[in-house]
Structures are given as C-alpha cells and as structure tokens.
C-alpha cells in the first residue's frame, strides 16, 4: 500500500498495490500495523458500513459529535463516487477546506478522514456501493450535519442540479457558518 498525505495533511490517500494475471488481481485493502504507522497514531477500526447508492445520489455533508466522533476509510467496492471532506476543526488553518477525491472501483483507492472532518460523496457511475471502516460505533442522535449546497463551501458535486437525490434529513440541513463546529484542531482528537 502506497499512502500519500493530500493538501491537508490530516487527509491520507491510500493506494494500493494490485497484483494482476490472467485471473484478476488481488491486493490489500488494510494492512493496520503499516496505516498506523504512516498516520501517526492508533486507529482502530470496529465497523464497517456499506451503501448501495444510483447515479445522482448525494450523501452528507456529516460528522458526529466530539465524544462520539468517527475517523473513517472510504472505499468503493462498485462503481465511483467523489468523495468530499471538510476540515470542521476551529483553529485549523485549513478551517472550512473542501477536499474532494474521485474514488473507484477499477483504481481502488480509499481515503482516510480523521475525526473533526464532515464527510459526503456524490454517486458518479449508475450506481455505487461504498464500503466505510469507522472507528467509534454509531450512537443516534449524535450526528451534525451541513448543506450539500453550502455556499460558502461551494462544492461541485460533478451532479447537474436536477438530477440530484438527497434524502429529506440533508435537504433541511444548516449552512456551514450557522453550525458551531464542537473540533478543537489543538485538541487530540484521537
């Protein structure tokens, strides 16, 4: 696996080595010892979370409260998305950055977001499923979350507006600067 630090450097793309012959490939997808090696610290991941999602589907912009934060690899088992992460952590001199990485399943690279980010993607193929390794459990009622269509943020979702699917708990979501971001960036959040 080759890891690569993207423009905030919290941000790791993962990049695998695929071993290919006439029968397919192999490669590995999570190797613990050589991640936690190049993120820095431990992260343990306990679930993993899979979505099938069509064309057009747009999911986030989302992030849990401090104590129930999660870090999170995102990877596609089928089809391709672009998927989107926002520095949420005050006092970061990335503070409302938008990364966003094309993740597929013919590349397979995945990306890793800590906690303290909000996280999204929009499906780019006829449709997708994603696989995401968290480290915390769910807790209900403990999600934040931020508009798809924040101004601020301006992010291309690579979806023409019209046919955009969003479910009705993200169309009814705040703006970015009407949301108070519970991330310290001079806290360890991990």
Known sequence: MN???LEIPELILCEPKLHEDNRGFVF???KKKSFNLFVGFEVDFCQDNISYSKYGVI???HTNTL???QS???SVLQGK???????FRVGSPS???VICVELDSVENKQLFIPRGFLHGFSVLSQDAIVN???DRYFAAGESIGVRYDDEYLNIDWKIPKELQILSNVDKKLLNFNDISSPFDYNSQLY
């Open 67 to 69: 104590d129930f934060a």
């Open 28 to 30: 590995e997808s999570f």
């Open 72 to 74: 999170k690899l995102v």
């Open 59 to 61: 999911r986030g912009l």
């Open 3 to 5: 890891y690569k630090r």
């Open 81 to 87: 998305i672009l998927d989107v992460a926002v520095d």
């Open 132 to 134: 995401i390794k968290i």
């Open 95 to 97: 503070f409302g950055k």
